[in-house]
C-alpha cells in the first residue's frame, strides 16, 4: 500500500463527487452559460459577502490574474519572502504583469503591520516604483500551514488604506485556516479586495479555484482570464465537483489536523528528528538528524513524502489518507 503524503493535491474524486459530477447541468461558460458554473460562483461570493467570484483552472492562474488586475508594469508588490506567489509561481509576477516584488522577512509565512508599514517607504520618491498591492497567505504553504490572526490582518488592512495599496489574499488552504481557527468567512470577505480559493487541496476536487471580488474586479479578472487561456466551455462538470466539496468536505479538514497534529508529536519523541514546526493545520514540516537515511526509510515503507531544501521536510495529510494508513505512518516513525 502506498501511502501518499506529498500533497494534498494527490486526492482524487470520491464516488459521490464523481455522481455528482456526472449529473451536472453544463453550457458554456465563456458565454457564463453554465448554470453549475454560476452557482458555483453564487455560492462562493455568498459565502464570503462577497459580490463577485469567477471560477479557474488553477489556484496560480486565480492568483496571477487578481495580480493583474491590480497593478501596472513597473509597479511593485508587497509579499512574504516564502510566498508561493513570489517563489512558486514560475516568476509570474514579473513574467504576467511586469511588477517587481518587495519581500518582507517574516515568521513562518507571516508578517507584521508593523513590517509592512516599513516597506512602504519611499512612496513620493521618483527613483522607487509605485507600490499598488500586497498579497498574504493563508494557510502559509512554506510556513507549514501557519494561520494569520484576524486581528492583524485587520491591522495591515489599514496600513494598506493609508497606503492607498489593495490587499489580496492567496487562501489555496484558506478552509484549513477557518476550520482550525472557526473563523469566519465573511471577515476576509470585509477586509480582502481579492481571494482566491482552491478546491483542489484539502477539498478534494480534481480542478479548480475560485477568485472573488467586486462586480467591477470580477468584469476585469473575466477579461484576463480569457487573455491568460483560461476561458473553459462546458466546466460545469468540474464546478460541479466543488459544490460538493462545498457542502461536504470542509467540516471533515478538522481529520487531517488532528492526523498532522498526531504525526507530528510522533516525530517529535523520535531521536531520528531533530524538531518539528508548530502544526495548525494540514501541513507538518521538520528536520531530520540525517535527511538521506529518514527518506530512505520513507521510501522502503513506501510512504512519499516531500523534500523541501535547506533540510526541510514536509508532510501533507489529506482527504485520502485513511486512518489504517494513519495508523501504520505512525508506526514507521515510532521505528526510525
Ligand atoms: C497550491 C497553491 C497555489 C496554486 O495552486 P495551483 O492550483 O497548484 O496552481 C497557490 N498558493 C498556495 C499557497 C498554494 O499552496
Redesign the pocket.
Known sequence: MEINLISD?VTKPTKQMLEAMFAAEVGDDVFNADPTVNALQDKVARLFGMEAALFFP????A?QVAIKIHTHPGDRIFCDKWA??YN?EGGGIAFNSGVTSKLIDGERGMFTATQLATAVTGRADIHVPYSKLVAI?NTT?KGGGACWEISELQKIKKVCNTNNLKLHL?G??LFNALVAKQQDPKQFGEIFDTISI?L??GLGCPVG?LLLGSKKQIQQAFRVRKLFGGGMRQVGYLASAGIYALDNHVERLAEDHQKAKQIGRALEVSAAIKSVEPIETNIVIFYAQNETYLLESFKKASVLITSMGEGKLRIVTHLDFTEAMHKKVLQIIASL
Not at 488553477?58 to 492562474?61: A, R
Open positions: 493535491t488553477s489556484g496560480t492562474m492568483n508561493h506567489v512558486f497567505e504553504n492567496d489555496a488552504r482552491c483542489s487541496k479555484s
